[in-house]
């Protein structure tokens, strides 16, 4: 007869909205797994700004958000999703309408996301400067 807790050194995890996911081996907040990754990457930072204004359709996201493809837009919505940090919401039409907004969880990252934006955007010419030194040095080769 089946166990109905999970094997040693895995975890059994649910999804927010109550979809049971894989068994994955458990690993610390400091894994190198996708699936311990924490919220917050460029990817995940431009499109909770670009949703923090309400609810868009896909489309609209792939029009904002410049230079994304549409697989990685996919990947990012199902990851915040997954993440609880995002809904999606399908209206029955011709065609289907497909709606994403921030959760409260996602909703409650936003000041963090925008104070990481201000500072970049402050610090823009520091960084290309540092950029274009580390290029510099590292197109001349390695240092004996």
């Known amino acids: 007869m089946p166990s109905r807790h999970p ?6 995890r ?3 909205h109550g979809r049971q996911l894989d068994d994955k081996p458990a690993k610390s907040a400091r894994g190198t797994g996708h699936q311990d ?3 917050g990457g460029r990817a995940e930072q431009v499109q909770g700004l ?3 204004g309400g609810p868009r359709r ?3 996201l792939c029009r904002v958000i410049a230079g994304v493809s549409q697989k990685m837009l996919t990947q990012t ?8 940090l995002v809904s999606r919401t399908m209206t029955s039409a011709v065609p289907v309408r497909v709606d994403y907004a921030l959760t409260p ?3 409650s ?3 963090a996301v925008t104070a990481i934006k201000t500072w970049a955007e402050g610090h823009i010419d520091e960084i290309k400067a540092s950029r274009a030194d580390y290029d510099g040095h590292t197109a001349a080769g390695p240092n004996p």
């Open 37 to 39: 990754r924490l919220p």
């Open 77 to 84: 919505l199902r990851t915040l999703e997954r993440d609880g």
């Open 7 to 12: 094997p040693a050194g895995t975890s059994r």
């Open 109 to 111: 990252l936003m000041p």
């Open 58 to 60: 896909y489309s609209d």
């Open 105 to 107: 969880l996602g909703d």
């Open 14 to 16: 649910q999804a927010p």
């Open 50 to 52: 670009a949703l923090a």
